[in-house]
């Protein structure tokens, strides 16, 4: 059995950060080289031989360093295994140029607060915390050391600058353990803004997208709905005068009902089209939502509206149930969630449209017997374009999610379950309107006398 190969995804961005990282910590080492040289050591190059062999040593370790993750950035392979490597050698090699140039009290040891935000922009919370820790215990070992008389400062300088006593170790390492915990606070909070700040940026983005395309699909909708509706329309009405034959065979008759099955699901596709493309605002009026469902269902069992032997049924009150909606819009969501349990569903199978009413809302229900809708298809279901059928186009449900989103201000909302004996149920609610249906109620008759 062979083992299949390990796909490693490359993450561009870190890697970019990464380089830039890399830049700058070459840059940084350079003119810390340079400041050693005429700075601290003014210039005597000749008087401090221990100490440069260190600030040398650092350095090279360091550019051998950047060069080995020149190579690794190029291969794109272990970048965050080798962001963490990195931030946990720049401790060490903070750590080094901290002891040469004073050691506890040396200016140098904001360089681990420095690593502490390149390790935020890197990586986040985690690369902060991480070096925040190793550069503590680096920088609080050799302060250790110092007091237990294990760490001498360089023999070429003179022992006086360094803190070595406990007593003399106390304010500069407070102070810089306190500078290092506030550094990495801060950089959490920047590093958990740059994601959220992050986040926020890719959603706009991908909103700005899916308002391109949408507009992309309302030119393109607008051109089918000029050239092929009205060619349809001249097929449907030529097929049903045809159908009605006396001289067609049942055969024939078959062949017809194919015909318009089919042209009807052309000229609902060209209608999703542009009712995603370029929806209407919903208008608030009372609807009778039982009339609404019943007159789907019927448009649905009609020849050309169901597939095969499936029956769709309507379970509910004759009429009556009035909510606060946009009826020609409901009548769009009512017809697509219906259309879209018939495509869903087997043959022989029947799918339910129920209407439920309690004091505040109004439930409508359509139900079918197919597969069900699977954890990550729920998440997705409603994206435009986002189908789980082979011959599906994704724009039917989510013109009903546009509808409905644009109703939310009116009480709507809708939800979709797998049945546990199989199937899916979308399920809208929409708020009762009361005063509409009493206003629908005839007068009362007058008492008698």
Same mark, same amino acid.
């Given at each position: ?31 810390l080289?340079g400041?050693t ?17 260190i600030? &040398? ?34 401790q060490?090699?903070w ?16 360089? &681990?607060?420095?690593?502490v ?16 820790v ?5 920088y ?10 294990v760490?001498?400062?360089?023999s ?25 915990v ?17 986040g ?57 009902d ?5 042209a ?13 493309s ?21 448009l ?17 009150p ?22 879209n349990? !018939?495509q ?6 029947t799918?339910?449209?129920?209407v ?24 997705? !279901? ?8 082979s011959?599906g ?9 546009r509808i409905?989103?644009?109703h ?5 909302s ?11 149920m ?24």
């Amino acid at each position: 059995m062979v083992a299949s190969p390990r796909i490693e995804f490359v993450d561009d961005g870190l890697r970019r950060r990464l380089s830039w990282v890399t830049g700058l910590r070459l840059t940084v080492l350079t003119l810390l080289l340079g400041a050693t040289f005429f700075f601290y050591l003014r210039g005597k190059l000749a008087e401090y031989p221990e100490t440069l062999r260190i600030v &040398y040593i650092t350095i090279g370790v360091a550019y051998a360093l950047a060069a080995v993750q020149g190579a690794v950035l190029r291969s794109g392979r272990r970048l965050r295994e080798l962001t963490y490597v990195q931030l946990v050698l720049d401790q060490v090699l903070w750590t080094a140029i901290v002891y040469v140039s004073g050691g506890a009290s040396s200016g140098a040891t904001s360089f &681990y607060g420095l690593t502490v935000l390149v390790g935020a922009i890197l990586v986040g919370l985690r690369g902060a915390v991480l070096s925040a820790v190793i550069g503590g215990v680096l920088y609080g070992a050799m302060c250790a050391a110092f007091a237990r008389g294990v760490l001498h400062p360089p023999s070429d300088q003179l022992w006086s600058s360094f803190a070595l006593t406990p007593a003399q170790l106390t304010y500069p390492v407070l102070i810089n353990v306190l500078g290092i915990v506030v550094v990495t606070a801060l950089a959490s909070y920047l590093a958990e803004r740059l994601r959220t700040t992050g986040g926020a940026l890719e959603l706009a983005t991908q909103r700005y997208t899916e308002a391109e395309r949408l507009a992309e699909l309302g030119r393109i909708a607008a051109w089918l709905a000029h050239e092929i509706r009205n060619p349809l329309g001249s097929i449907k009405g030529s097929v049903e005068l045809l159908r009605e034959s006396a001289a067609l065979e049942s055969e024939d008759k078959q062949l017809c009902d194919i015909i318009l099955r089919e042209a009807t699901r052309l000229n609902d596709l060209v209608g999703d089209m542009v009712d995603l493309s370029k929806p209407r605002k919903a208008r608030a009026e009372s609807v009778d939502v039982a009339e609404v469902a019943r007159d789907v269902v019927e448009l649905a069992n009609r020849p050309a509206g169901a597939k095969g032997t499936i029956k769709v049924i309507y379970i509910g009150p004759e009429g009556g149930v009035r909510a606060r909606c946009d009826g020609a819009q409901i009548r769009q969501v009512v017809w697509n969630l219906v259309r879209n349990a !018939i495509q869903s569903s087997n043959a022989d199978t029947t799918v339910t449209v129920r209407v439920e009413v309690d004091q505040d809302t109004t439930t409508l229900s359509v139900e079918d017997q197919g597969p069900g809708v699977s954890g990550d298809a729920k998440a997705r !279901i409603f994206d435009a374009f986002y189908t789980t059928r082979s011959h599906g186009t994704g724009i039917g449900l989510a013109v009903v999610k546009r509808i409905l989103d644009d109703h939310s201000r009116f009480g709507a909302s809708i939800d979709v379950v797998s049945q546990p004996q199989g199937g899916a149920m979308f399920r809208v609610v929409l708020s009762r309107d009361v005063v509409g249906l009493k206003a629908s109620l005839p007068p009362p008759k007058p008492a008698r006398a």
